[in-house]
């Protein structure tokens, strides 16, 4: 092999070397530009979030956490709840007993 066909040669394989690498380069833009934009993706979804889940997620528990005036109150409110119904069951109960004497 003469000294010019080995140069050709070398030459040769730079070049298919230089195609390969521009390729990867344009891979590597490629992967760039999707990993840009599952970047944006991920920072919309966390701001989301922030912004809706997380304040919903608050004021759920903010309805299940009661502070102890709140809880006296709502014992209060159903004890006088159940108290008005005892005593209209009582009513009932006695009218009925009435009413049944009342048809034999």
Request: net charge negative.
């Amino acid at each position: 092999m003469t000294n010019e066909e080995f140069q050709s040669l070398v030459l040769q394989q730079l070049e298919k070397i230089n195609k390969r690498l521009d390729s990867l380069k344009e891979g590597q833009l490629h992967l760039a530009t999707r990993l840009d934009n599952v970047d944006n993706k991920v920072d919309r979804l966390e701001l989301r979030l922030e912004n809706e889940v997380i304040d919903k997620m608050r004021a759920l528990l903010d309805g299940f956490t009661l502070r102890g005036d709140q809880i006296e109150r709502l014992q209060k409110h159903l004890d006088e709840r159940l108290d008005s119904i005892e005593t209209d069951t009582r009513y009932l109960v006695a009218r009925v007993a009435r009413l049944e004497k009342l048809a034999k």
